[in-house]
């Protein structure tokens, strides 16, 4: 089985530089100044285990890579990525004479819930990941990743929900021998519901820094007002005990000379991406808001203010929580 890593970025970067280090075949799938450097210096991972160099087959676009039909593809674009990204993707033929769409398993290895989805229009065999993988990608050519002792808790289901895809078993097993948990679970949404919640702080973070005080008071009003919508519209998250157990023993631990200072939405405001996946997650609860009639005037004010600052090339920052919520409150 050959994985192609199709965004080798904080996520995407570290599953791949993982499963080469423990001998199963990848391609990096990456682009502008990020696959420069992965090309002429590789991959320069960091773990807990150490700092060290991966060198794997890289790739720029889909026409580089001559698709087999034991790869396994893993999607790890930002969400905003996604339907544009596979449309390139779905069409490639496979050895046999097939397409990619038709034939190949392909695994959503990001925030939100709404990439599965999307992925179903094109590909016929689709799979979430829920992901717990604090990771970091500032510079090009190099990703880092904390946890321990494992470095990440990768939860992996079909969809729709059901019997599991016969090879998610073989890429279970295959993350485990990388370093991951890396459980298969009927109900992968469910699990990607609930990391949902915890992702709406990513808007509050890189709008106004760590999230503790009066921004942690914003977040939690925003998964409050979550929760509310996602009953309404009669979504059930895996309960908070259950997640728990999952990524029991879980931790963070400092690495030496990486500054991990913020999550994904952070990360993106620094580097000045132009873009960032508010809108698959805060704006999924603004959507499910207004389809079941809940007011959603918190995340709704998060989503508008953090794409403004990306649009603008804002750095992470420079919002007051305080009035962000009165500003929320009063709009609601």
Not at 69 to 90: G, P
Not at 213 to 219: F, S
Request: net charge negative.
């Amino acid at each position: 089985m050959r994985y192609v890593i199709i965004g080798a970025g904080a996520v995407g970067g570290t599953i791949g530089g993982l499963l080469a280090e423990a001998g199963r075949d990848v391609v990096l799938v990456a682009r502008g100044a990020h696959l420069d450097a992965l090309r002429s210096g590789g991959l320069h991972l960091t773990t807990p285990a150490g700092a060290r160099t991966v060198r794997t087959a890289v790739a720029s676009r889909p026409e580089d890579v001559q698709l087999r039909r034991d790869d396994v593809l893993v999607l790890a674009v930002k969400s905003q990525d996604t339907d544009t990204t596979l449309a390139d993707w779905a069409g490639r033929p496979v050895d046999g004479g097939r397409t990619a769409g038709e034939d190949l398993l392909l695994v959503c290895a990001q925030n939100g819930v709404d990439n599965e989805r999307t992925a179903l229009r094109r590909f016929a065999r689709v799979a979430g990941m829920c992901v717990w993988l604090p990771a970091t990608f500032l510079e090009p050519g190099r990703v880092s990743a904390s946890g321990s002792p494992v470095t990440g808790v990768l939860t992996l289901g079909s969809v729709p929900a059901g019997a599991a895809d016969a090879d998610l078993a073989e890429v279970s097993r295959d993350l485990e021998a990388a370093g991951f948990r890396a459980p298969v679970v009927e109900d992968v949404a469910a699990w990607k519901y609930a990391k949902l919640l915890s992702n709406l702080g990513n808007a509050v973070e890189a709008l106004c820094g760590p999230v503790r005080g009066a921004a942690r008071e914003l977040a939690d009003a925003a998964v409050a007002e979550a929760r509310e919508v996602l009953a309404a519209a009669g979504v059930s998250p895996v309960d908070s005990a259950e997640e728990a157990r999952a990524r029991e023993g879980f931790t963070l631990v400092d690495l030496p000379g990486v500054d991990r200072r913020g999550g994904s939405t952070w990360q993106s405001l620094v580097r000045g991406a132009g873009s960032v996946e508010a809108a698959y997650l805060n704006g999924e609860i603004a959507l499910l808001g207004r389809l079941h009639r809940v007011p959603v005037p918190v995340n709704a004010t998060l989503l508008r203010l953090v794409e403004d600052a990306a649009a603008r090339g804002e750095q992470p920052g420079g919002h007051d929580p305080a009035e962000v919520l009165a500003t929320a409150r009063a709009a609601g």
